[in-house]
């Protein structure tokens, strides 16, 4: 799902999700996740993603 108007933090979401980790937004902002114990910006979602291969910078 990398289109041109795709949401990069959505991307890493639905990727991350698919891959069998639990990803859940915190708060109303929705700018901050929380991946199992840890909390994190929609920055570091996206670097999560990118490091397991799950999508491409």
Avoid: K, T
Avoid at 4 to 13: E, I, M, T
Avoid at 16 to 27: D, K, M, Q, Y
Avoid at 32 to 41: F, K, M, Q, T, V
């Amino acid at each position: 799902m990398n289109s041109v108007d795709s949401d990069p933090v959505l991307d890493a979401v639905e990727a991350l999700r698919a891959a069998g980790i639990a990803v859940a937004p915190v708060g109303e902002e929705m700018d901050r996740w929380r991946i199992g114990d840890l909390l994190s910006s929609d920055a570091e979602l996206v670097r999560i993603a990118i490091s397991r291969g799950l999508m491409e910078e």
